[in-house]
Nanobody, 128 residues
Framework: QVQLVESGGGLVQSGASLRLSCTVS????????MGWFRQVPGKEREFVTS????????RYADSVKGRFTISRDNVKKTVYLQMNSLKPEDTAVYYC?????????????????????WGQGSLVTVSS
């Protein structure tokens, strides 16, 4: 298990950019695949993007492909979500997550059930 602390949310206008950060605590934090999910009231938490333990592999939801970029710095123990060309439909609480296995396998996970540690959530609001 690792602990996750997010930062960087806020209110922006449509078309703007925003970067979320997720700091990971734990000695073996680099052994975990990391993901970002988002949730709006009344809907299930949905997958946004994920990155493998080494950063070699990434996956994106179709709705954000080409606009969002996930990256990680294992020395700084931080995962980033760069969000460009934001749209009102991107408005949600964004959650950082670490996989539940911590095996170091260079795999990206896309299902909620593959993640065992979650951040507190960071609200992103995009106005039209």
């Amino acid at each position: 298990q690792v602990q996750l602390v997010e930062s960087g949310g806020g209110l922006v206008q449509s078309g703007a950019s925003l970067r979320l950060s997720c700091t990971v605590s734990g000695r073996t934090s680099s052994s975990y695949a990391m993901g970002w999910f988002r949730q709006v009231p009344g809907k299930e938490r949905e997958f946004v993007t994920s990155i493998s333990a080494t950063g070699a592999w990434t996956r994106y939801a179709d709705s954000v492909k080409g606009r969002f970029t996930i990256s990680r710095d294992n020395v700084k123990k931080t995962v980033y979500l760069q969000m460009n060309s934001l749209k009102p439909e991107d408005t949600a609480v964004y959650y950082c997550a670490a996989d539940r296995y911590g095996s170091g396998n260079d795999i990206c996970y896309t299902r909620n059930s593959d993640y065992g540690s979650w951040g507190q959530g960071s609200l992103v609001t995009v106005s039209s």
